[in-house]
């Protein structure tokens, strides 16, 4: 696709209901990051997936929070029993190469989480 | 604690009036990035920089970061309503992924 792609992009749910986050990369990018954004809060780094590579989980606030990759392409966040705490925009970002840190991310419009 | 830190956190100006920004840090980064964030959308990246002492400019707007690649500057000319969003700067250690300051909140008053 031309750009990052994540839906929803609102979603309301329940305390203790589980949530999926969908993201669509670019088209051919190997890098795929999960960040998270509070109000008045940095980005908040989840998890990073490189190709085949095991994904980098070390950002995951909890195990309540979970995310696959499949074909490489297409990532879900998953959040089970969700809190309160959890509100907050949820971003994806791709990178062609994975020197994300030199070529720079490019990043959907994210997902607003509000939890109730 | 936060790694970068990012100060105005606040600033409106009016248009035509220059502004600097500043993203500081205690650590040693790689490279470091800025983005402009607009609400309701994800960050947009503006610039890369990796050498100490670097600068770059894009239009009216000039990046520097410094010597030792701690920190990084922002400077906008002549500011227009357009230029009004959020500044996100980003550093890079080596570790695939980015670590994202706070942000600088800019308003520009047409």
């Known amino acids: 696709g031309a750009g990052v792609s994540q839906s929803p992009s609102n979603k309301v749910t329940e305390k203790g209901k589980d949530v999926e986050l969908r993201c669509d990369p670019i088209s051919g990018h190997t890098a795929l990051y999960w960040y998270r954004q509070s109000l008045g809060q940095g980005l908040e780094f989840l998890i990073y997936f490189q190709g085949n590579s095991a994904p980098d989980k070390s950002g995951l606030p909890s195990d309540r929070f979970s995310a696959e990759r499949t074909g490489g392409s297409v990532s879900t966040l998953t959040i089970q029993r969700t809190q309160q705490e959890d509100s907050a925009v949820y971003l994806c970002a791709s990178s062609l190469l994975g020197t994300g840190e030199e070529e720079g991310y490019t990043f959907g419009s994210g997902t607003r989480l509000t939890v109730v | 604690t936060q790694l970068l830190e990012q100060s105005p956190q606040f600033l409106s100006i009016q248009e035509g009036e220059n502004l600097t920004v500043y993203c500081n840090s205690s650590s040693v980064f790689s490279s470091l990035q800025w983005y402009r964030q607009e609400p309701g959308e994800g960050p947009v990246l503006l610039v890369t920089v990796v050498t100490g002492g670097e600068v770059k400019k894009l239009k009216r707007l000039t990046f520097q970061f410094g010597d030792a690649r701690k920190d990084s500057s922002l400077h906008i000319t002549a500011a227009q309503p357009g230029d009004t969003g959020l500044y996100l700067c980003?550093?890079?250690?080596?570790?695939?992924?980015?670590?994202f300051g706070k942000g600088n909140q800019v308003v520009v008053i047409p």
């Open positions: 980003a550093g890079g250690r080596g570790n695939n992924r980015l670590a």
